[in-house]
């Protein structure tokens, strides 16, 4: 190894922590890339761009909020191409499964002259835990658009395992990964999972995605969340993503991990647990 950084873009939420966390256990120095970490990297201002990029060897790219948004294949198309202008070749994105939007920022990576490695993902199990669903999950009363779409969830430990050796293995160039657990279940079916593993009653009810945008919004989330909420249960979550792969497996040489599981494990945390 060299004494270069390895940039984690998106190093604080729930891949690239993980990511971060794992290169670290390797002795490898790593640049957490956040708005919060210093020096201060923002997506929305290019000026903060190249003060990350010194000293830089190669970089894991978890763009935030999504790809899917307007202007992120513009934002990826810039970055990537300051990166290899910068002498960085390796870059491994985060991508979404089953995104027209998404798959247009790979291609802008993968025209930048970089050696690349795509990781495209979809529902992560650690959305019932972290942030997005926990108050839901720890009210008793999980309401959502899907009814009886399948998702095969897919735990972050395994992106960021995938992530990494893709990161340090020049074998993973040029390689196009759709990570999934190894089962589909429906939303329904994971949230009573969830019940059995927290030895609690938690109820699950499929709410028209119109109803659901009006109570995001009723609960004050900012008009660009709620309409990526919207887009990723309607144009997403049609089924397209509805068939497991054996991506995880071929790369790390081990299944990926199930869900029961991390409910399991994650129950005993007591993160789900009623509030007092």
Known sequence: MTDKLTLVLGGTGKTGRRVAARLEERGIAVRIGARSASPS??????????????????????YQPDLAVPGAVETIRKFSRLAVRSGIKRLVLLSGRGEDEAEAAERELQASGADWTIIRASWFFENFSEDFLTDSVRSGSVFLPPDEITEPFISTDDIADVAVAALLDEGHVGK??????????????????????????????SVPVADFTVQLRADGLPDDYVELIRYLFTSVLDGRNSQVTSDVERVLGRKPRDFADYARETAATGVWSIAA
Do not use: C, H, K
């Open 41 to 62: 990297f923002d997506w929305t201002d290019e000026a903060t761009w190249a003060p990350v990029l010194e000293n830089v060897e190669r970089i894991y790219i978890s």
């Open 176 to 205: 196009v990964y759709e990570l999934t657990g190894p089962r589909l279940m429906t939303f329904a079916q994971a949230v009573a999972e969830i019940a059995t593993a927290a030895n609690r009653r938690i109820g699950y009810q």
